[in-house]
């Protein structure tokens, strides 16, 4: 099993910036990728960022050249680095990880943009 617990909730105005990271914990040898989904009220879950064990990314485009994904394997974190957010980005933003076998998600966290 794998825990996911993610933190960096927060209110944010239109144009300002906001970070998330997620940490896990348990068998990490299980997980091929970690990253980030994101769902708005009404909306199907979607994903928005993930990197692989060996740092390969993919950026849902609706976020591409805004929000940047990163992971530090020392302390099996990954971090969402998110800029010029729009009200549209507003979400509940649940952490990934991605395994051969199994799907993990965190509790998710609530990211509120103001315009």
């Known amino acids: 099993q794998v825990q996911l617990e993610e933190s960096g909730e927060g209110l944010v105005q239109a144009g300002g910036s906001l970070a998330l990271s997620c940490v896990a914990s348990?068998?990490?040898?299980?997980?091929?990728?970690l990253g980030w989904y994101r769902q708005a009220p009404g909306k199907q879950r979607e994903l928005v960022a993930r990197?692989?064990?060996?740092?390969?990314?993919t950026i849902s485009e609706s976020v591409m050249g805004r929000f940047t994904i990163s992971r530090d394997s020392t302390k099996n974190t990954v971090y969402l680095q998110m800029s010029s957010l729009k009200p549209e980005d507003t979400a509940v933003y649940y952490c990934?990880?991605?395994?051969?076998?199994?799907?993990?998600w965190g509790q998710g966290t609530q990211v509120t943009v103001s315009s």
């Open positions: 990934n990880g991605f395994g051969p076998a199994q799907i993990y």
């Open positions: 990197i692989t064990t060996d740092g390969q990314t």
């Open positions: 348990g068998n990490i040898g299980s997980i091929d990728a």
